[in-house]
């Protein structure tokens, strides 16, 4: 049964960092490829950042390029997502997934950013 456990949200200033982390079980976490998403009130979740498997590859939204960093440890099934210099439009709860997913989320963890 697969599972993912995200952590690390909070109550942030406007510039400020924070540190989502996302803990994968249930699956073969190095074969997949892993994303970062992010729902925030009365709009669509949105793809924020991707990774690949193996090597590693990145990939991000145009909102968030050149702020947000997105790593993993595959020896401890989890994907990090490196938040810098956020902003209040960056408000949202946040969500892993593993790529292709069979439609399972877990609870997310919110992010608020306000001064």
């Known amino acids: 049964q697969v599972q993912l456990v995200e952590s690390g949200g909070g109550l942030v200033q406007p510039g400020g960092s924070l540190r989502l982390s996302c803990a994968a079980s249930?699956?073969?976490?190095?074969?997949?490829?892993m994303s970062w998403y992010r729902q925030a009130p009365g709009k669509q979740r949105e793809l924020v950042a991707h990774?690949?498997?193996?090597?590693?590859?990145?990939n991000y939204a145009d909102s968030v390029k050149g702020r947000f960093t997105i790593s993993r440890d595959n020896a401890k099934n989890t994907v990090y997502l490196q938040m810098n210099s956020l902003q209040p439009e960056d408000t949202a709860v946040y969500y892993c997934?593993?790529?292709?997913?069979?439609?399972?989320w877990g609870p997310g963890t919110q992010v608020t950013v306000s001064s």
């Open positions: 997934n593993r790529v292709p997913n069979d439609g399972a």
């Open positions: 249930g699956f073969t976490f190095s074969s997949y490829d």
């Open positions: 990774i690949t498997g193996i090597f590693g590859v990145t």
